[in-house]
């Protein structure tokens, strides 16, 4: 095992995983962690914790995913390169190492445009493919990016996000490819609606090996209304929403919108577990996490596999 993390080794054993998404506070309360926490805790088999998602300010993903493992809930640490160069990305890196954190997803970050401070300057000092390889270089070479030895490496389960439906589409699974050559562990993949859209991607993955390579998880969301699927549709670039979807969430009965979008999600989910090479899905329900214990039941995603229950974490220990 690379880095002992539990989501590691649901996956090494051949189980179909499940993890979801923890959004930090706009604040700098840890009681919404703890909350949020309860709901996922024995649901999932990690929570990726969200590094100021839509580019607006909230809580340091670091600390928020400290503060969920102190609850039981296994966290995957989100670290954009919009934000840091590349001192601060590994300086937080040994940090949520020291912490107990064990996985990372590395992600470009939305633009600072769409946030709450449209006028702060981007640093972009590495794209997301050059983090995975300089983490993966500080976990299996112990060296920083500039090449110096270091003494203790930090020991992360390395992920990385994978959007299907972008344009080109014949290059989704070359970029896939890069990254799987960069290092990472895991692909997220952007919210999938349109499976059989998604089916394509996966022979094109299968056809170059990298799902023998890469452990994909596909992601999967519940939609609250019919407005919020036809803005995804219309609206939200790199997100395919079939017709079919749209018309069922606008054709659902009064006051069950949510019940259909929850129905829709788990139909998703049972699709996915059939094709070649998922390895397991990502629920993405913002906000809404209360939602995650009735998708993973109806979707037969329970109980979840106990290949380590999640240790609370401890103090940092001094390395002898």
Aim: charged content about 25%; some cysteine.
């Amino acid at each position: 095992m690379k880095s002992g993390s539990n989501l590691e080794k649901v996956l090494a054993a051949g189980h179909f995983a499940a993890t979801a998404e923890l959004g930090p506070p706009k604040s700098a309360d840890p009681a919404v962690i703890r909350e949020k926490a309860k709901f996922l805790k024995g649901y999932v088999d990690a929570a990726n914790i969200t590094d100021n998602q839509t580019a607006i300010v909230r809580m340091s993903s670091v600390a928020a995913a400290y503060l969920a493992l102190v609850e039981g809930v296994e966290p995957v640490a989100q670290m954009t390169c919009r934000d840091r160069n590349r001192i601060m990305m590994q300086s937080d890196i040994l940090g949520m190492a020291a912490l107990g954190i064990k996985n990372l997803l590395c992600l470009s970050g939305d633009h600072q445009t769409f946030g709450n401070h449209p006028g702060s300057k981007n640093v972009y000092d590495l794209d997301s493919i050059q983090l995975v390889q300089m983490v993966k270089n500080m976990r299996d070479d112990k060296k920083f990016q500039c090449g110096e030895a270091m003494d203790v490496e930090p020991r992360l389960f390395i992920g990385a996000a994978a959007n299907p439906f972008a344009d080109p589409f014949d290059f989704r699974v070359v970029r896939l490819g890069k990254k799987a050559a960069a290092g990472a562990d895991f692909i997220q993949t952007q919210l999938v609606y349109d499976v059989d859209k998604f089916a394509r991607w996966m022979e094109g993955v299968r056809a170059r090996g990298l799902h023998q390579r890469v452990k994909i998880l596909a992601g999967v969301g519940p939609i609250k209304s019919a407005g919020a699927a036809r803005y995804m549709k219309t609206k939200v670039a790199g997100i395919d929403v079939p017709d079919e979807v749209v018309a069922r969430m606008a054709g659902a009965a009064k006051g069950k919108a949510k019940e259909e979008g929850l129905k829709i999600c788990v139909e998703i989910i049972q699709k996915l577990k059939s094709i070649e090479g998922v390895a397991g899905v990502h629920i993405m329900a913002i906000e809404w996490e209360e939602a995650i214990a009735e998708i993973t039941e109806s979707a037969g995603l329970l109980p979840r596999p106990k290949v380590d229950e999640v240790p609370a974490a401890e103090a940092p220990k001094a390395v002898s």
